[in-house]
């Protein structure tokens, strides 16, 4: 339970804020993303309804296992640090993608995010690679980018493979 509560605090996991209504259910993210974020909210003390059902689920499973599965097969968690952070770096590319301009079709908007990163990458990544936090001066896309930078060594850089995140497939 310690790591759960470690992971929680050190994932500073943003809220899921930043989805209009609709879009969540459009493009449901993956089980394992949805996972993290009820750890979150558990570790953080704002656990919601659905959230105690996952944690009794989870209990559950491993309790009837008779503690043989790992706690965090039971509840559905990453179980490597390595697929942790490109959750992390997956949900930050997401909200990029979102926060693009929504009169483009999806694929235009892979597109652009695609631009948006090899432009943050040669403009603003090279002076804020040494920030902890986003600068000030940042805007809402060059926050999730720094996000997503910081989180991973290696950022899908295609439309395609951009697009494969953005909706959920599992070929990037």
Known sequence: MDQLVNQGQSLDWPGSSWHAPGERAKFAGPLIEEELERAHRVASGCAEPDD?????????AFLTGGGSLPL???????????????VRRDYWLRRA???????????????ALALAVSDFESRKWLRW???DVVPDRATEIEAALFNAFRTHERIPRTAMQLHNIACHRHHS
């Open 129 to 131: 690679r040494t920030l």
């Open 52 to 60: 105690l059902r996952w944690l009794s689920k989870g209990f559950s």
């Open 72 to 86: 965090e097969r039971c509840l559905r968690l990453a179980r490597s640090e390595s697929t942790l952070r490109r």
């Open 97 to 111: 993608w979102w926060l693009l301009n929504d009169r483009l079709s999806p694929w235009r908007r892979s597109e």
